[in-house]
């Protein structure tokens, strides 16, 4: 099987990548990235000598490209994963959501609809997140049929692009297949985000910014959990079909940054001047900032017999010595220097 992922050099994405690398060698991965400012090819570098991995750099507004590209190297199954997907991006910067989650999504799917209905079919499977169903009280679990009510550009952006590709199965008859999950955390993963953010800010005993209460809770869900689930829907998920994939991990933030706290100061040492949970300074909430998130994934334990492998503590203690022991990787991010991988280990090498 011919795969194009796309968004593949992001955080979900190479952890996604690498699960299919290793678990097919016979399917051929190629990979399709605008390399925007989360796009890192650090990330798959122990993938560069794979002889199923393929890198492409290009933006999924380009559908010509696009188009060229699924006909070109006969590709059967696209999971789209290319998104700015930063809520506090979206607020200062609405239109580049608008433009990359909505517009871009479209472009794939008419390349898909073109090419995909010469005698040739293959699957679309459309990544998108919990956020589309807006915010929950403090019971209750967002499920397939919960209405849409998105609070933020970003999480609007991405219910546009739901609704476009249920429009392509029901009108086009395109296959496809989409997934809304839980927050992601473990390697790989931008330091703008809670886990990251807070584990590179405890190391440096440098303060650790919590928006309002602290209280807001998200359902986690360990990376290399949603990349088995995104496997199973893409092989054997029903058409048309929408997937809850969830954590079971519910945390209210605060909890969250005092495991973070405690397993620093665990695994990293402590420091002198006292515990790392010293750090934490509550700032202004953001706008519109959703209170409580959790998912009822049923329909996946039921139907594909999927189910999280990791629970929160250990996922999180995987995450943090990950980040412990690759400095380097973290180091790249902060000071920019990952965007010159791709100059200097991909020009002219993989990309088409």
């Given at each position: 099987m011919n795969l194009l992922v796309t968004g593949g050099a992001g955080f979900i994405g190479s952890n996604l990548v690498r699960h299919l690398a290793a678990a097919y060698p016979a399917h051929r991965i190629v990979v399709l990235d605008a390399l925007t400012y989360a796009g890192n090819l650090r990330s798959l570098a122990d993938l560069e000598n794979a002889p199923n991995y393929h890198f492409v750099r290009g933006d999924i507004r380009d559908q010509k490209l696009v188009t060229q590209l699924l006909a070109d190297l006969q590709i059967e199954g696209i999971i789209h994963l290319a998104a700015e997907s930063h809520v506090d991006r979206s607020i200062l910067g609405p239109e580049e959501f608008l433009q990359t989650n909505v517009m871009g999504t479209f472009a794939l799917l008419e390349a898909a609809r073109t090419v995909w209905r010469d005698g040739r079919t293959g699957r679309f499977h459309h990544v998108s997140t919990d956020e589309v169903y807006g915010s929950l009280g403090e019971t209750g679990y967002f499920t397939e049929t919960t209405p849409y009510a998105p609070n933020s550009p970003y999480s609007a952006s991405k219910a546009a692009s739901d609704h476009l590709v249920r429009a392509y199965h029901h009108t086009y008859g395109l296959d496809v297949v989409t997934t809304n999950c839980s927050n992601n955390y473990g390697p790989f993963q931008f330091p703008e985000k809670l886990i990251p953010l807070m584990i590179m800010n405890a190391r440096d005993g440098k303060p650790l910014p919590v928006y309002g209460d602290g209280r807001n809770v998200r359902d986690w869900l360990y990376v290399q959990d949603h990349c088995e689930a995104i496997d199973l829907v893409l092989h054997k998920g029903t058409?048309?079909?929408?997937?809850?994939?969830g954590g079971n991990n519910e945390r209210r933030n605060i909890d969250v940054v005092h495991a973070v706290c405690d397993l620093v100061d665990e695994l990293a040492g402590p420091q002198p001047e006292g515990p790392?949970?010293?750090l934490?300074?509550?700032?202004?909430?953001?706008?519109?900032?959703?209170?409580?998130?959790?998912?009822?994934a049923t329909k996946i334990r039921d139907d594909l017999g999927w189910e999280p492998r990791f629970n929160f503590e250990?996922?999180?203690?995987?995450t943090i010595e990950w980040y412990l022991h690759h400095t380097d990787w973290l180091a790249a991010c902060i000071d920019g220097s990952y965007r010159d991988y791709y100059e200097s280990n991909y020009q002219g090498k993989f990309d088409g």
């Open positions: 058409a048309g079909e929408v997937y809850n994939i790392r949970r010293r934490i300074t509550y700032v202004k909430d953001r706008p519109g900032h959703d209170r409580r998130y959790a998912i009822d250990d996922g999180l203690r995987h």
